[in-house]
């Protein structure tokens, strides 16, 4: 397994267990612990058909990039940001989901490429300052098992399951087909499996907060990610796929080892509705350079060895429980994803032939082409590093 997979499969778990707490509820008003307030919410996650939730998430890396390359000297220290909000339908058959994500801060990355590298030129600096105007205002729909997603005003058309494929996560998600999705989210609302005293420790009750004119109380906890892996890998095989229980077993031990801060925060509201979320993890560098190792990569080429801290904060603020969601398929011309891939494929800008990459003499713009090597630059595993934000417009 490539040891981008080991990355990529532990923001997927992470996800997986922000589910578990993603939830809402009636109550009274009877004292309760914070561990039975958090259950009660977590119990009543089957009871959300629709949601909407703003999102804020940031990453912070400070450490010595010319590990990556000379080339990349100038893009740490560093901080990289998403903000957005997403419409969520669970009511049907198929999951419908839409959104707005707008992308900010990759000229800094573009900037930073820039001056440490004196091989860069005016072509490339063009092509790169066209990706980051196409990135800054996008959209996505999902329908009937379709992703819609646009890009620079035009519409472009995939499988919801290509995406895991195109974005380097098929190798996660493979073998799923066989997991019953409605046991999958029966046991995340089983506080027996995922409840406060099963994955949570040192939970404290912080105060009564206003959470976007919701009064809330705001709790606290460490995430106990080894027996929430466990319990995972258990429930991941008792819904169907003992291929995808493997996978997180095998990669387990590496994945807790990563994590060294795993920090969880709630925000439930009178009514136990789950109104905010924030989980906070702090990387360790040396168990990522370590993990590169035992997948055969030359810990050398990672980078990781020269990075001193790695950290992420997912925010989440939650509304409109159960409220109807107008969530459709676009009108108007519809691209199949393919055209949007094939004018990256051929483009010298991600085979980064001014900064030492490896792209064919095939690819002569940013528009088209026919190169073989579109994507693997050395630049290729690195295209989050900077300073982005994205914003929900409903």
């Known amino acids: 397994m490539k040891k981008s997979v080991f990355l990529t499969m532990g923001a997927t778990l992470i996800t997986a267990l922000l589910l578990a707490v993603v939830a809402s509820g009636c109550g009274d008003t009877t004292a309760v612990s914070p561990s039975e307030k958090i259950d009660s919410s977590i119990q009543k ?3 959300i058909k629709s ?3 703003d999102y804020n998430v940031q990453m912070e890396i400070k450490g010595d990039a010319t590990a990556l390359g000379a080339e990349f000297a100038g ?3 560093f901080s990289l940001g998403i903000q957005g909000g997403v419409d969520v339908d669970n009511s049907g058959d198929k999951a419908k989901a839409k ?3 707008t992308l900010m801060g990759l000229d800094d990355i573009i900037s930073g490429l820039a001056g440490s590298s004196d091989e860069m030129d005016a072509d490339t600096m063009l092509g790169l300052g066209m990706i980051t105007s196409m990135f800054e205002d996008m959209k996505f729909v999902m329908v009937d098992e379709k992703l819609y997603l646009n890009l620079a005003g035009s519409w472009y058309e995939t499988d919801a399951s290509s995406a895991g494929d195109a974005t380097g996560l098929g190798d996660v998600t493979s073998g799923t087909d066989d997991i019953d999705q409605q046991c999958i989210e029966d046991a995340l609302s089983d506080t027996s499996k ?5 994955i949570m420790t040192e939970v404290t009750e912080v105060g009564s907060e206003d959470v976007n004119g919701v009064e809330a109380m705001h709790y606290k906890a460490n995430l106990d990610f080894d027996k929430a892996l466990t319990e995972l890998a258990n429930v991941t095989r008792d819904c169907g796929s003992a291929e995808s229980a493997g996978a997180i077993e095998a990669s387990q031990s590496d994945l807790n080892k990563m994590f060294k801060k795993k920090e969880i925060e709630m925000w439930i509201d009178k009514d136990n509705n789950l109104v905010g979320l924030k989980v906070t993890v702090d ?5 990522i350079a370590d993990t590169a190792g035992t997948l055969g990569a030359d810990t050398a080429d990672s980078g990781a060895e020269g990075l001193e801290s790695i950290i992420i904060s997912l925010d989440l603020k939650m509304s409109e429980f159960n409220k109807e969601m107008d969530i459709s398929k676009p009108s108007g011309t519809i691209l199949p994803m393919e055209d949007l891939l094939g004018s990256f494929g051929g483009s010298d800008i991600f085979g980064m032939d001014s900064m030492g990459g490896s792209s064919t003499t095939g690819g002569s713009s940013t528009t088209g082409g026919s190169s073989t090597t579109g994507g693997t630059s050395t630049t290729g595993g690195t295209s989050t590093s ?6 929900y417009s409903r």
């Open 194 to 198: 995922f409840g406060s005293t099963m």
């Open 99 to 101: 959104g707005d994500i």
């Open 51 to 53: 949601l909407h939730v």
């Open 45 to 47: 996650q089957k009871d």
């Open 75 to 77: 893009l740490m220290p």
């Open 386 to 391: 900077g300073t982005s934000t994205s914003s």
């Open 283 to 287: 990387l360790d560098p040396a168990a």
